[in-house]
């Protein structure tokens, strides 16, 4: 049976004001389990190729100065209907619109310094996931 995961990196501006241990904290409040983590700092051409979809966006390079400007959190975490259940514990895009006690609510400073990623479907899950962890580190 394969695993509901979800993948989550905790972006620079979270990690560089010390907001790590508490969105931790918040994501296993809210449920969800570790199945892998990692802190690591992104390289551009690593964070093209994450951001890959978002290539022709306005905001595309901005966001690569953004997530390369300091260390990442990634994790793997597990939880019945991870991705959708994930995306409700961060809240919307725009911390703005972002609900009370939601991850962006509390700890985002902008609609591109928005604290945390999540995955948006089970396939991208899964492939996000292996775009940081290899198999033996999912445990
Ligand atoms: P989400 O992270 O909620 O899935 P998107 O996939 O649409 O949002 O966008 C990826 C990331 O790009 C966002 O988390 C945010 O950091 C940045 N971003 C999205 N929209 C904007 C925007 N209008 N202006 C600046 N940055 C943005
Ligand atoms: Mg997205």
Do not use: Q, W
Request: hydrophobic content about 40%; some cysteine; charged content about 30%.
């Amino acid at each position: 049976m394969s695993r509901n995961i979800t993948l989550t990196m905790i972006k620079p501006d979270a990690v560089s004001k010390g907001y790590t241990g508490k969105i931790i904290d918040h994501f296993i409040t809210n449920g969800f389990k570790i199945i892998a983590m990692k802190k690591l700092k992104l390289s551009d051409t690593k964070a093209r190729s994450f951001y890959a979809v978002h290539k022709e966006r306005p905001f595309f390079e901005d966001l690569i100065k953004f997530m390369t400007e300091g260390p990442v959190v990634a994790a793997v975490l597990e939880k019945e209907n991870a991705v959708e259940s994930f995306r409700e514990t961060i809240g919307a895009t725009n911390p703005a619109d972002a609900a009370e006690g939601t991850v962006r609510k509390l700890y985002a400073e902008n609609i591109e310094r928005n604290a945390v990623h999540g995955s948006d479907s089970d396939e991208n899950a899964n492939i996000e996931a292996h775009f940081f962890f290899s198999d033996i580190e999912f445990c």
